[in-house]
């Protein structure tokens, strides 16, 4: 059973950062494709970024470029989201998730881990 387990997630004033790392138990992590997404009640669950297995490409939503950055640790089975610059609309339930491509359907997903941004 693939396991995702998100951590770093929390409170924060606008303008400021956190690090969300997603830890992955399957031995083939490595030719996943890592992403974040994001999910506000009521809402859609929303792309937020994502990772190629060979650390060559990345995917960004317009909301968080420039000021987030996602990138992985395939000997640490690890994956991270720096956020920097941290606005309000950036509140949300954030998921790590595992898939062939940077698609929600068939993705195998965490628990999710709140972030709250505010003043």
């Known amino acids: 059973q693939v396991q995702l387990v998100e951590s770093g997630g929390g409170s924060a004033h606008p303008g400021g950062s956190l690090r969300l790392a997603c830890a992955a138990s399957?031995?083939?992590?490595?030719?996943?494709?890592i992403g974040w997404f994001r999910q506000v009640p009521g809402n859609q669950r929303e792309r937020v970024a994502c990772?190629?297995?060979?650390?060559?490409?990345?995917l960004y939503s317009d909301s968080v470029k420039g000021r987030f950055a996602i990138s992985r640790d395939n000997a640490k089975h690890t994956a991270y989201l720096q956020m920097n610059d941290l606005k309000p609309e950036d509140t949300a339930v954030y998921y790590c998730?595992?898939?062939?491509?940077?698609?929600?359907?068939?993705?195998?997903w965490g628990q999710g881990t709140q972030v709250t941004v505010s003043s």
């Open positions: 998730m595992k898939n062939k491509n940077c698609q929600p359907y068939g993705a195998y």
């Open positions: 990772i190629s297995s060979g650390y060559d490409s990345t």
């Open positions: 399957e031995f083939d992590y490595d030719y996943y494709v």
